[in-house]
């Protein structure tokens, strides 16, 4: 079974390739899968399955990999696609990225991304086409070699004059966009719909996500005034199998550590460099172990609500300003990494051991401030909630973790792992056990950390439960 179906119309030029089979379908190492423009003849497209997917084992980086000593531009006037810009093509300081995996342009990213030609899920195979490459009005023709895809029985012998038509336009209605894997709204995938959207928006944009498995790479930048709202966390999941392995940062550059470097690309969903966004009753999931965040985030005024998250490693990574409730968020140590200011309201924070946070705020900046939230691990071992410790030579003297409120399980008494300055602010009030409610045993907590007073503390307490004072002014809308 095809999806688009063979002779199908109105077709959204985001669709993948879907071939349902009557068993599970193994993926090949040779063989090619092209498309073409039907009227003309013209190629469009094309996916060669003797390049791999991406690496598989660690790069070793050299003495000369540094973070750029220029501000990374984020500037343009167009969005760069792989139908005009060779995949690959260098942005910032780094070098261009070499052509021994594959390489997709994604959100304008010219430096691409390392993809997954093909997934295979039970008897179904997703063929994923470079982002960007069909366009309204057009009929193609799909052709697939017969090693592309092998069955048992052999009965697989590749696809020829597979075709359909997309729309004939784009949608005129720029307020709202539906998003349907199925292909019965305005785009098939969460990329296509915010690679629609003009670069910092002045209207708001609703994008409904229905109900669905979205696996795709999403990377999203110089986006403003956007509301992502999927159908709830049980029903609308975003995931891709993504980690620092599978797309590393450029062997010259290193990414993370302060404003204006260049960019990471080993979130499964990254909004890079955008403002005044919301993500709403979803789930934002990777697939891979290692440092590999679920979400990343680079900007201001980001809000997320009832959004659940799972990472490994750096499950969460938050720079900027943003404000999150009613949330569920599961990782491994470092659960949430960055450099910005965090406000997690009555948000239920989870991981296997290890560090919630490893904050890197700097002066005049709040850090990562929890009111009214959870603290567990489920295997037993002993979490805490976070360290500061100084990074390659780098230390952060005014990073900050404030807890109020919270109920924590399997928190070792220090409550902190490591705080490399006196000068950090960590503090805790009226923290209870998860279980039994009770206030918990506060009297072994690291000697740089300080416990609230209700009294003494009374206004600071009041300070730390108000966003605004956060978020460097930013009052989101709160349930």
């Not at 904050?359 to 037993?380: A, L, M, P, W, Y």
């Not at 002993?382 to 409120?405: C, F, M, Q, W």
Request: hydrophobic residues 30%; proline residues 6%.
């Amino acid at each position: 079974m095809l999806f688009p179906a063979d002779g199908a119309t109105g077709v959204n030029p985001d669709t993948h390739l879907v071939l349902t089979f009557h068993d599970t379908p193994a993926v090949g190492d040779s063989g090619m899968i092209r498309v073409f423009n039907a009227r003309t003849g013209e190629p469009v497209d094309s996916l060669d399955l003797s390049i791999p997917a991406g690496p598989t084992e660690p790069r070793t980086y050299g003495p000369e990999c540094d973070y750029t000593k220029v501000p990374y531009d984020y500037t343009r006037t167009t969005m760069p696609t792989n139908r005009d810009t060779r995949p690959g093509t260098p942005s910032g300081t780094a070098e261009p990225t070499p052509p021994d995996y594959q390489l997709n342009i994604i959100g304008g990213f010219t430096d691409a991304f390392h993809f997954y030609p093909i997934i295979v899920r039970d008897s179904v195979a997703t063929i994923y086409l470079h982002n960007n490459m069909l366009e309204y009005g057009q009929t193609y023709r799909v052709e697939i070699d017969p090693g592309v895809l092998t069955l048992a029985d052999g009965s697989f012998r590749g696809i020829d004059g597979w075709t359909f038509t997309t729309k004939a336009e784009a949608p005129t209605q720029t307020d709202t966009l539906v998003v349907d894997a199925t292909g019965r709204g305005d785009f098939n995938t969460v990329q296509g719909a915010l690679d629609y959207l003009p670069d910092f928006a002045e209207r708001t944009t609703v994008i409904l996500v229905r109900p669905g498995d979205y696996e795709e790479l999403v990377y999203v930048r110089n986006k403003s005034h956007v509301k992502i709202k999927g159908s709830g966390m049980d029903c609308t999941r975003v995931h891709y199998a993504n980690n620092e392995v599978f797309n590393p940062h450029p062997l010259t550059v290193k990414t993370n550590e302060w404003p204006g470097t260049f960019p990471s690309r080993r979130a499964a969903f990254a909004l890079d460099n955008c403002r005044d966004i919301e993500v709403e009753d979803i789930t934002i999931a990777t697939d891979l172990h290692g440092q590999a965040e679920g979400l990343l985030i680079n900007g201001e005024r980001i809000a997320l609500r009832r959004v659940h998250i799972i990472g490994s490693g750096d499950a969460l990574q938050a720079n900027g300003t943003i404000y999150m409730e009613e949330c569920e968020l599961d990782g491994g140590g470092d659960t949430i990494l960055g450099r910005g200011s965090l406000f997690a309201y009555r948000s239920n924070f989870r991981n296997d051991g290890g560090p919630f946070t490893w904050v890197r705020n700097t002066k005049g900046h709040h850090g990562d401030i929890f009111v009214e939230c959870t603290f567990s691990t489920n295997n037993g071992r002993l979490a805490d909630y976070g360290r500061t410790k100084s990074n390659h030579g780098t230390a952060y003297p005014d990073a900050e973790v404030v807890l109020i409120d919270c109920r924590v399980k399997n928190i070792r008494p220090e409550g902190w792992s490591s705080i490399g300055e006196p000068t950090a602010r960590m503090l805790e009030y009226n923290t209870r056990d998860l279980e039994t409610g009770r206030p918990v045993d506060t009297s072994r907590r690291h000697r740089y950390s300080r416990q609230l007073d209700a009294v003494k503390d009374a206004e600071l307490i009041k300070n730390y439960r108000t966003p605004a004072y956060v978020l460097d002014g930013w009052t989101p809308t709160r349930n």
